[in-house]
């Protein structure tokens, strides 16, 4: 009886169970007390002990940054990132701050990986690294893109999840990541932008919640 009405009152048929057993330390109506509480749990669902109990925990604000965390760390790098296309302009190490300058008015990119001859990356700058030139065209022709990239270049690859890839997001708070291999870490694949990444968890978060909304 103390386990229907708790079962029913709680939603919590299966905790109820254990706690239940394990105060009496007595097993022996385990299977009548599986019965009692599940029929209690499924004749009292319009009625709740708990008013502001919420119907999951993804729609709980106290356990909201481990779900997220959850559902980071379920989806890799390899569904989000854009390869690599004839649109992602690479910058050759040697090219002139003169051309490089050119090749900003012409495309949207934000961010431009540098290459060595081989197609290595070797650094990467954005648009704003390239405005602190722009007032003193004197060096135009002399600085090259290998003076104004940045060589620490932070990377994720294919098999990372998205939890890792905000986390290195959030480090320097920049917008895009260079997606690169797994076994050699200079061969460019990809890019990884923020804002896609963000738009990706959210469309997989609402298909959670509709899954939910069906099952309930």
């Not at 106290?62 to 890799?76: N, P, V």
């Given at each position: 009886?103390?386990?229907?009405?708790?079962?029913?009152?709680?939603?919590?048929?299966?905790?109820?169970?254990?706690?239940?057993?394990?105060?009496?330390?007595?097993?022996?109506?385990?299977?009548?007390?599986?019965?009692?509480?599940?029929?209690?749990?499924?004749?009292?669902?319009?009625?709740?002990?708990y008013?502001?109990?919420?119907?999951?925990?993804?729609?709980?604000?106290?356990?909201?940054?481990?779900?997220?965390?959850?559902?980071?760390?379920?989806?890799?790098?390899?569904?989000?990132?854009?390869?690599?296309?004839?649109?992602?302009?690479?910058i050759p190490?040697?090219?002139h701050?003169?051309?490089?300058?050119?090749?900003?008015?012409?495309?949207?990119?934000?961010?431009?990986?540098?290459?060595?001859?081989?197609?290595?990356?070797?650094?990467?700058?954005?648009?704003?690294?390239?405005?602190?030139?722009?007032?003193?065209?004197?060096?135009?022709?002399?600085?090259?893109?290998?003076?104004?990239?940045?060589?620490?270049?932070?990377t994720?690859?294919?098999?990372?999840?998205?939890?890792?890839?905000?986390?290195?997001?959030?480090?320097?708070?920049?917008?895009?990541?260079?997606?690169?291999?797994?076994?050699?870490?200079?061969?460019?694949?990809?890019?990884?932008?923020?804002?896609?990444?963000?738009?990706?968890?959210?469309?997989?978060?609402?298909?959670?919640?509709?899954?939910?909304?069906?099952?309930?």
């Amino acid at each position: 009886g103390m386990a229907g009405f708790f079962a029913g009152a709680a939603h919590a048929p299966i905790s109820t169970i254990i706690m239940v057993s394990e105060m009496t330390g007595n097993y022996s109506l385990l299977m009548p007390t599986m019965l009692c509480c599940t029929l209690t749990f499924i004749l009292c669902r319009p009625w709740r002990l708990y008013t502001k109990q919420v119907p999951s925990r993804l729609d709980s604000p106290a356990h909201r940054g481990d779900f997220m965390i959850d559902m980071l760390e379920g989806i890799k790098v390899n569904e989000v990132y854009r390869p690599l296309t004839s649109e992602l302009r690479m910058i050759p190490e040697s090219m002139h701050l003169d051309e490089i300058v050119h090749v900003l008015a012409e495309t949207q990119q934000q961010y431009f990986p540098v290459v060595d001859g081989d197609r290595r990356i070797v650094g990467i700058f954005s648009t704003q690294d390239v405005r602190t030139y722009l007032y003193d065209e004197s060096i135009w022709h002399l600085a090259v893109a290998n003076d104004i990239m940045t060589t620490k270049v932070i990377t994720v690859t294919l098999e990372d999840d998205l939890n890792t890839a905000l986390t290195r997001f959030t480090a320097k708070n920049i917008d895009e990541l260079p997606v690169v291999d797994s076994e050699n870490s200079n061969q460019l694949i990809g890019m990884l932008r923020r804002k896609e990444t963000i738009a990706f968890y959210n469309k997989r978060l609402m298909d959670h919640r509709k899954l939910a909304a069906e099952a309930g």
